[in-house]
């Protein structure tokens, strides 16, 4: 996609992302032209020219009908097979991925990696590594998001939820918390930086 309008990708799911997106863009405008162009042809073409004018009997077209409805009934289907294939693809983290362990909580992230380290508002990655990442949170919602990696995911007290990532570029790239969660929620930020391997 353009980067113009879209954050630059930089992990391995990303692309497929921006594919669905774009093809939904493109199928909403195609739709949108359609029938704002067809209502405006219609009112045009069967205004009332005098008054007492009747409207003209038109007979239905059986194609036609079936044609309007089968078009986007397919439209809609390969949407959601593309969709739900993408989800499970994002939820579904390889065996053997690294985990680290995210606590969320008013208004900072922390990040536990299995070595016993411990990072606050930033975390460290290896490119080109699956990482799944376990979360929680201390107190309210919290919504794990990362723009460049298209990964987003709610932290919810009390239970944990899981999301994973390859980061393919290297770099920082900015982590925002995208569930309301009180005054200090818009400074609720944290890095991820992604780092070669030899250096993580």
Not at 53 to 78: A, C, D, G, Q, R
Not at 91 to 98: E, Q, V
Not at 118 to 132: A, D, Y
């Amino acid at each position: 996609m353009n980067s113009n309008y879209m954050p630059p990708e930089a992990s391995t799911i990303a692309g497929y992302f921006d594919s669905l997106y774009g093809f939904l863009v493109i199928a909403s405008f195609i739709s949108c032209v359609l029938v704002i162009g067809g209502l405006i042809i219609f009112a045009v073409k069967y205004r009332r020219k005098q008054e007492g004018e009747k409207t003209p009997y038109i007979s239905h077209s059986t194609l036609l009908e079936f044609l309007w409805s089968f078009i986007p009934f397919v439209i809609f289907m390969v949407v959601f097979v593309w969709g739900w294939w993408l989800f499970d693809k994002m939820r579904n983290a390889p065996d053997g991925a690294l985990e680290l362990n995210v606590i969320a909580q008013k208004w900072n992230w922390d990040f536990m990696y299995k070595s016993g380290r411990k990072t606050s508002s930033e975390f460290f990655v290896p490119i080109g590594t699956p990482v799944k990442l376990i979360m929680t949170s201390k107190d309210v919602i919290h919504s794990f998001y990362v723009p460049a990696f298209r990964v987003k995911q709610d932290v919810v007290p009390g239970m944990y939820t899981t999301v994973w990532f390859e980061a393919n570029k290297e770099g920082s790239f900015q982590l925002f918390c995208t569930e309301y969660c009180g005054e200090g929620h818009s400074a609720m930020l944290a890095k991820v930086n992604v780092l070669p391997k030899d250096k993580y």
